[in-house]
């Protein structure tokens, strides 16, 4: 090898190959300082160890972008926009660790599981939720509607949150079973879909 190896041939493998610095290094017999030294002096951003880590427990390539590429029927292509259309507009994109929407409408809610288990493969029993009412709703009448409208187990709900009654209007007679909050925790899927999202 010589010296000094090339900035596209390094940029491909470690980029677009998603090879290890120790990979490289073995390809070009060399240490994995000297890799290292060059990505650094060809600006090329090294990955954090997170990713370093999902990418060696991926070496097919990333799962969640070979979903959105599998995607292929009308139906499809519209659940996916239906999906992102929701999580940019009710999602919490604040949490930069976990995916998070809430809404009062079970319809809704189901809409955006059904989003993330057919278009990216997501299990439904991964799934967690964040329950909040009106301190003159009962708990438990509201935690059953919701285990009902959801399919979901009660391992999955998280403790209640309850709060004072917000008034008697519209939203209110919505609420009446409190607002339901879906969790999934990957950083990975999260940072895609904002980075989606911001694209459009």
């Known amino acids: 090898m010589d010296n000094k190896p090339k900035k596209d041939i390094l940029a491909r493998l470690y980029l677009v190959e998603k090879k290890s610095s120790a990979e490289i290094?073995?390809?070009?017999?060399?240490?994995?300082?000297?890799?290292?030294?060059?990505?650094?002096?060809?600006?090329?951003?090294?990955?954090?160890?997170?990713?370093?880590?999902?990418t060696r427990r991926n070496p097919k390539g990333d799962p969640f972008v070979e979903s959105v590429l599998s995607v292929k029927t009308?139906?499809?292509?519209?659940?996916?926009?239906?999906?992102?259309?929701?999580?940019?507009?009710e999602g919490t994109k604040s949490n930069t660790h976990s995916i998070r929407l809430g809404n009062t409408d079970p319809k809704l809610i189901r809409t955006f599981i059904k989003f993330l288990r057919q278009?990216?493969?997501i299990k439904p029993d991964k799934l967690k939720f964040g329950l909040q009412v009106f301190n003159d709703v009962p708990?438990?009448?509201?935690?059953k509607y919701w285990l009902r409208q959801l399919?979901?187990?009660?391992?999955?709900?998280?403790?209640i949150v309850v709060s004072p009654p917000?008034?008697?209007g519209t939203y209110r007679?919505?609420?009446q079973y409190g607002v339901v909050t879906v969790y999934y925790h990957n950083k990975k899927l999260r940072d895609i879909l904002c980075h989606t999202i911001d694209t459009i």
């Open 25 to 54: 290094a073995n390809l070009f017999k060399c240490s994995v300082s000297k890799i290292n030294y060059w990505l650094a002096r060809y600006n090329v951003s090294k990955r954090s160890i997170s990713e370093a880590v999902y």
């Open 74 to 89: 009308p139906n499809e292509y519209f659940l996916y926009g239906l999906g992102l259309g929701l999580y940019w507009g």
């Open 119 to 121: 278009i990216y493969k």
């Open 139 to 143: 708990k438990i009448a509201a935690k």
């Open 151 to 159: 399919q979901a187990r009660p391992s999955q709900f998280q403790k």
């Open 166 to 168: 917000q008034g008697i």
């Open 173 to 175: 007679k919505k609420a």
